[in-house]
């Protein structure tokens, strides 16, 4: 049974940071992209961060242009982890994070996480 387990989400000040963490089981990790994912109230789920399995090279990432220069996603293989380090956030930041990890082509989704900036 595969599990996908975000943590760290939670209120901050905008300008503040946050690290959010997704734990995977179930799934071969090293070999799986992963992805966080955001859903602000009234807003479609919309991509933040992906990452490439990229074995031990620790992978391929990409960014959507809103959180360039401050979200940075990275993975630990080893402990079945991706991480999402949020820096300078901004009270658009607020939404529930989701990760993302697909394995041979399916999709498997966590609850989610909350975060909330306040301004």
């Known amino acids: 049974q595969v599990q996908v387990v975000e943590s760290g989400g939670g209120l901050v000040q905008a300008g503040g940071s946050l690290r959010l963490s997704c734990v995977v089981s179930g799934i071969m990790f090293r070999f799986n992209d992963m992805g966080w994912y955001r859903q602000a109230p009234g807003k479609q789920r919309e991509l933040v961060a992906r990452?490439?399995?990229?074995?031990?090279?620790?992978?391929?990432?990409n960014y959507a242009d809103s959180v360039k220069g401050r979200f940075t996603i990275s993975r630990d293989n080893d402990k079945t982890t991706v991480y999402l380090q949020m820096n300078s956030l901004k009270p658009e930041d607020t939404a529930v994070y989701y990760c993302r990890a697909t394995s041979f082509g399916t999709n498997y989704w966590g609850k989610g996480t909350l975060v909330t900036v306040s301004s």
């Open positions: 990452i490439t399995s990229g074995l031990n090279s620790g992978g391929s990432t």
